[in-house]
């Protein structure tokens, strides 16, 4: 099985990235299941109603989020509402939404998601080694193809969630911190990893923002309003290859495409 993870996608540049990209991704790389983080998608904080829609319309079985995906009040009935979108798992008993979800290919086929969020620099949730590991157990009683989405900042946190679910899962794919990494692997249990998959918008920015507002509170520590860049507009991901009937992941490379570089831009 192929599946594509897109990585964060960050405004309006960003669904633009995924709208003129992905039917050409799909095809070309024989893709079987779409996975995307949505949670900055709307203006680069949280996700709205208009914009699940946008998404789901292009093909999407499956939508990741994180720490944003609470920006917007509008979500809160969204989150119970909308099947195919899910929020970190391990908040606590109560919170709207779920975590985990069984997505369905074209064909049928069954694929496990899991969305967490880390905990180091981040907020105090249930701990994600934990949840993950439970979590896990219970989806390979209907599936043995299972993909995590570990939002987390610290580099330690992802790689050490990657090794206790090496053999667990099929994949575990870092977001969060919008720039993408070259680390991406097969650990020796058959599990893929990447610590993070990058960011699907503006490049010519900081992760996204545009440089001189976010140069401005970085100078004076004000509090100050973010907008979306426009310029060198990729789309980043990942793309696993998954053994049917194992889940061992088979092949892992990353997914680096310009829509419209920035003039001199170099592009991986």
């Given at each position: 099985m192929n599946i594509l993870f897109v990585a964060d996608i960050f405004g309006s540049p960003g669904r633009r990235a995924v709208r003129d990209l992905l039917p050409e991704i799909v095809a070309s790389m024989?893709?079987?299941?779409?996975?995307?983080?949505?949670?900055?998608?709307?203006?680069?904080?949280?996700?709205?109603?208009?914009?699940?829609?946008?998404?789901?319309?292009?093909?999407?079985?499956?939508?990741?989020?994180?720490?944003h995906i609470w920006d917007r009040r509008e979500v809160m009935p969204l989150l119970d509402s909308e099947p195919l979108l899910l929020r970190p798992h391990n908040y606590p008993p109560g919170v709207p939404g779920r975590g985990v979800m069984i997505a369905r290919t074209a064909s049928g086929a069954k694929v496990g998601v899991i969305n967490l969020m880390g905990r180091v620099f981040m907020r105090e949730l249930l701990d994600p080694f934990r949840v993950a590991e439970e979590e896990a157990a219970k989806l390979r009683e209907e599936t043995p193809i299972i993909l995590v989405d570990f939002h987390a900042e610290a580099t330690a946190e992802k790689v050490a969630l990657g090794w206790h679910l090496d053999g667990k899962v099929s994949a575990v794919i870092g977001t969060h911190t919008h720039v993408q990494t070259a680390d991406e692997?097969?650990?020796?249990?058959?599990?893929?990893?990447?610590?993070?998959?990058?960011?699907?918008?503006?490049?010519?920015?900081?992760?996204?923002?545009?440089?001189?507002?976010?140069?401005?509170?970085?100078?004076?520590?004000?509090?100050?309003?973010f907008e979306p860049a426009t310029g060198d507009v990729r789309l980043h991901g990942v793309h696993l290859e998954v053994d049917d009937v194992t889940g061992r992941c088979r092949h892992i490379e990353r997914v680096a495409m310009a829509l419209e570089p920035a003039p001199g831009a170099v592009v991986p």
């Open positions: 024989g893709i079987d299941l779409v996975v995307v983080n949505v949670e900055n998608a709307a203006a680069g904080f949280g996700v709205t109603k208009e914009i699940l829609e946008e998404v789901k319309g292009l093909g999407v079985q499956c939508m990741t989020s994180g720490n692997r097969i650990l020796p249990g058959g599990t893929g990893y990447i610590t993070d998959a990058g960011m699907t918008g503006p490049h010519d920015s900081v992760i996204g923002v545009r440089k001189d507002q976010a140069i401005r509170k970085f100078l004076t520590l004000l509090p100050t309003r």
